[in-house]
């Protein structure tokens, strides 16, 4: 809880805006781990969430006045910010306090009501906590609820808007606050049109654009009591480290310069918790600037089972895919422009790259300082003197080696306490030739070449890929 909103507010500070986090009742250090859940789930668990959510605008105006009584901030130009829940308190907090100089609410909307019986996870401990109480209890939340609905407090979000001091930001595929609610707080604060939307991300996934977030974010809040911030001479290592996530940045951004490819050669071996191997084998990946791409397997052991030992398959520009007795699959029938195996993926992949773009972003634009928040990351040296990047996280641990012309990656491990892997790179070239045919087929003289659709190509390159997540 509130690592989000703490990078934010080092982010801010070392833009020279002063920052200053609210923890609210029910999270972070206002709550032990696990125990949000065993209060909903108490006989008065309705009442104790309904109190909280009473006390947060309170402890935001308080917060307000802690940051009044600095004489370092401007009494004419003190913010708020918020980030899903954070951003219902924040408008509840701005919508009443006509202290507050701008507000930029981020990933919430209006109609509370509908967004906690929106049937997601996050929501599902508060619908039974409603369910399960008592008259009086779920009459005492309906009353607090009533009180901080964003929808029924817009007096001052509205003047803020009409003054260009209102930032609202929404994910458009967000599956914890409905796109309906988002619009609805949207068109009471009088910012229709005006409003940022996330293409394509979700409300977890909407990390992705943290680096654009946060600097959007700083330039609403500066102004010509901001002093500038003077540019700074990365040390070394942090240099190098900028510059290996700038290569994941486009390796995870999965599409090649035009005229070019990405061109990644590797072994891998992936074990369990007690030695057994789950995967090993070769790889080759080869992703173009638009559509292409190819992807070569040999295995030894696979969670696709024994009876795949090598597979083939890419699209150029049709999808085509190898069986094991050689026979040439291609969709050539009924081809669709915008199909692609991505769009049947299982969310977690999608949101996993997602995530993963995201960090590597903010590394790559030189933003380290925020993501020590989540993870340590240093240069280090094995006893051989081979440089690796070292990213230590809750629960993982990840060794990237480097080569010692170039500060592209040569070998990675990881160990996540339940699997190891190590990823041994034999070629990796981001930014490789593409010429004609590198995405085909091997031609084979009087191979059996059978036309199917697309449609069912994609799918079933989706469903190998969802198969093999899943059993890892």
């Not at 509205?158 to 609610?181: F, G, H, R, T, Y």
């Not at 486009?250 to 590797?266: M, N, S, T, V, W």
């Amino acid at each position: 809880d509130g690592a989000l909103t703490n990078i934010i507010c080092a982010h801010l500070a070392s833009n020279g805006i002063p920052a200053m986090m609210c923890h609210f009742p029910l999270f972070a250090d206002r709550c032990q781990i696990g125990s949000r859940s065993a209060i909903l789930s108490s006989p008065h668990g309705c009442r104790i969430f309904g109190q909280a959510l009473l006390e947060a605008p309170l402890d935001a105006r308080r917060t307000v006045d802690i940051m009044l009584s600095r004489p370092e901030i401007n009494p004419d130009k003190v913010s708020i910010s918020g980030i899903s829940m954070g951003g219902f308190i924040a408008s509840a907090t701005a919508g009443n306090d006509a202290r507050i100089h701008k507000a930029a609410i981020l990933l919430a909307g209006g109609d509370l009501h509908a967004i906690i019986y929106n049937a997601s996870r996050e929501t599902k401990n508060i619908c039974e906590a409603i369910d399960n109480a008592s008259p009086e209890d779920r009459e005492f939340l309906e009353t607090v609820l009533e009180k901080i609905e964003p929808l029924n407090n817009t007096k001052e979000l509205q003047k803020l808007a009409k003054q260009n001091n209102l930032m609202i930001v929404n994910a458009e595929n967000d599956q914890i606050i409905p796109s309906a609610c988002s619009q609805k707080l949207v068109k009471a604060c009088g910012l229709i049109g005006k409003n940022i939307v996330l293409p394509g991300l979700g409300h977890y996934t909407a990390i992705a654009a943290l680096p654009k977030i946060l600097d959007r974010l700083t330039s609403f809040f500066t102004d010509n009591t901001v002093p500038p911030r003077k540019p700074e001479k990365l040390p070394e290592d942090k240099k190098i480290i900028q510059d290996v996530f700038t290569q994941f940045y486009k390796l995870f951004e999965f599409k090649a310069p035009r005229g070019k490819c990405i061109y990644i050669c590797a072994t891998v071996n992936v074990k369990d918790h007690i030695g057994k191997v789950l995967f090993n084998g070769s790889t080759d990946i080869i992703r173009g600037d638009e559509k292409q791409f190819k992807l070569l397997l040999n295995l030894k052991v696979s969670p696709l089972g024994g009876a795949i030992q090598h597979l083939a398959l890419g699209c150029d520009p049709a999808p085509w895919i190898l069986s094991g007795k050689g026979t040439l699959y291609s969709g050539e029938l009924e081809r669709l422009k915008d199909s692609f195996p991505s769009q049947y993926f299982v969310p977690q992949i999608t949101q996993f790259q997602q995530f993963m773009t995201g960090i590597f972003a903010m590394g790559s634009s030189g933003m380290l300082a925020p993501l020590d928040k989540w993870v340590r990351i240093e240069i280090k040296r094995d006893i051989n003197g081979q440089r690796y990047v070292n990213i230590e996280g809750k629960g993982i641990q990840a060794e990237i080696y480097l080569n010692a012309s170039s500060e592209t990656p040569r070998k990675i491990l990881v160990n996540s306490g339940k699997l190891t892997a190590e990823i041994i790179f034999t070629q990796w070239d981001l930014e490789a030739p593409a010429p004609p045919g590198i995405f085909s087929p091997e031609d084979k003289e009087g191979r059996k070449i059978v036309k199917v659709k697309q449609y069912n190509l994609d799918r079933m390159f989706a469903a190998l890929i969802n198969f093999a997540v899943s059993k890892t």
